[in-house]
């Protein structure tokens, strides 16, 4: 299995990270696009975790007691019953993911966004300025300058691959959009 991952990764192929009941903390990672993503009953405890894009996973059941996030973006992610406490996020932002039964005890929040995601059941989790909980689906007026701009921008592959700007080459992303 290994030397199928190592001639994937490569030939420029992505390989999803897969961990579950790791005995010993994991460290973090920095300046990563992780594309789904499994990870399960894992601690991060006091980890770093810096310009990271998880993309489709699912980190559940796992530990981030004093982590550091900063500039971390989960997008459709299931981080079920996982556990946030004294953790600090930094210009960080959830999209769509279900945290249903995360504990957020003593965790600070510093530019953070949680966009259409699942809050059933979320614990300890104290809403401040400094938390954005965006619900519904933004209505942008974009000229037509901006829209042609974005239809080059979605030709350049590099930038298309992440969905930051656009969904697909003809359709803008207006939740990203109303964010910056």
């Not at 696009?33 to 559940?60: D, M």
Request: proline share 3%; aromatic share 14%.
């Amino acid at each position: 299995m290994k030397k199928k991952r190592m001639i994937k990764i490569r030939q420029g192929k992505r390989v999803p990270f897969s961990i579950s009941n790791c005995p010993k903390p994991l460290r973090g990672t920095m300046y990563k696009y992780e594309y789904k993503v499994n990870v399960h009953h894992c601690s991060f405890s006091n980890a770093q975790l810096n310009n990271v894009r998880y993309r489709s996973g699912h980190i559940t059941y796992s530990s981030f007691k004093n982590a550091l996030f900063e500039k971390v973006d989960f997008i459709c992610v299931n981080m079920k019953n996982s556990k946030f406490k004294g953790t600090k996020f930094k210009n960080c932002l959830f999209f769509g993911c279900d945290l249903q039964d995360a504990d957020f005890f003593g965790a600070s929040f510093e530019n953070v966004y949680f966009i259409s995601c699942n809050l059933k059941n979320i614990k300890n989790f104290m809403v401040n300025d400094n938390i954005k909980i965006i619900k519904k689906y933004p209505e942008i007026l974009l000229s037509q300058e901006m829209k042609g701009v974005l239809a080059a921008m979605s030709q350049n592959s590099k930038l298309e691959k992440y969905h930051i700007l656009t969904i697909n080459q003809k359709k803008p992303n207006y939740w990203m959009l109303e964010i910056l």
